[in-house]
């Protein structure tokens, strides 16, 4: 049973690009979660999506956007890159509605988005 | 601030001792609390969870304590093993349920010494 699988696992942009990072959840998950985690630090909540609609969101900028597929996998999307983007993005996976109480969130192991 | 933090960075333990890492956090609302474990190149993984009609869970070598009076929870590991070594990270649940929105602390490093 595949697990939360992120693509693609590292990847080095520039200042300004737009970058695009791909989550497939947990077979049987519908709900799934995007984490920033700066290097050293703890993951910080992004968003979260569920029924293709974001149900949730953290404290990030509306350069952060996101979407969620028919079939449960998401996209986070990061315009206009700054240095301070560099971080391990992970998603997160977990079943049911978000308010349907407690969901263990299973991870991906990340992509790691390097900004020059 | 950070509503979730962590006395210790690092914590350096002898194999087959116990290791108790602890977490303070600071919003009286969180009633859902987690621990993970992340190990180098992976994502977060779950531990342990309670909730905040309880004050003790025990799960396999690990018990998670929680002090509501004073905003303290821990997370004891027995017999500590070598495969023991990552970043443990507590994190809280503000909204009462959604586990999708958590603030996590910034870790703790356990090293396991042979």
């Known amino acids: 049973d595949a697990g939360v699988t992120q693509s693609p696992t590292h990847l080095i942009k520039t200042r300004g690009q737009q970058v695009t990072l791909r989550c497939s959840p947990k077979?049987?998950?519908?709900?799934v979660s995007w984490y920033q985690q700066a290097l050293g630090q703890g993951p910080q909540f992004i968003f979260q999506?569920?029924?293709?609609?974001?149900?949730q969101r953290g404290n990030f900028p509306d350069r952060f956007s996101g979407h969620q597929f028919p079939n449960y996998s998401s996209e986070l999307n990061v315009n206009a890159l700054l240095l301070g983007d560099s971080a391990l993005y992970l998603c997160?996976?977990?079943?049911?509605?978000?308010?349907?109480?407690?969901?263990?969130?299973?991870f991906g192991a990340g992509s790691r988005l390097t900004v020059l | 601030g950070e509503s979730v933090g962590l006395h210790l960075p690092t914590l350096s333990v002898q194999e087959g001792d116990n290791s108790i890492i602890n977490c303070a956090y600071s919003?009286?609302?969180?009633?859902?609390f987690i621990w993970y474990k992340q190990e180098s190149g992976k994502g977060p993984q779950f531990i342990i969870d309670?909730?905040?009609?309880?004050d003790k869970r025990q799960g396999q070598r690990v018990t998670v304590l929680l002090n509501k009076t004073v905003k303290h929870l821990s997370l004891q590991i027995a017999a500590t093993q070598p495969g023991d070594s990552a970043v443990y990270f507590c994190?809280?649940?503000?909204?009462?349920?959604?586990?999708?929105?958590?603030?996590f602390g910034k870790g703790t490093k356990l090293s396991v010494k042979p």
């Open positions: 997160a996976s977990s079943s049911g509605p978000p308010s349907s109480g407690a969901n263990v969130l299973t």
């Open positions: 077979s049987g998950h519908d709900t």
């Open positions: 999506y569920y029924e293709e609609e974001e149900r």
């Open positions: 919003n009286s609302a969180s009633d859902y």
């Open positions: 309670i909730r905040s009609n309880m």
């Open positions: 994190a809280e649940n503000l909204y009462g349920g959604s586990q999708g929105n958590l603030i």
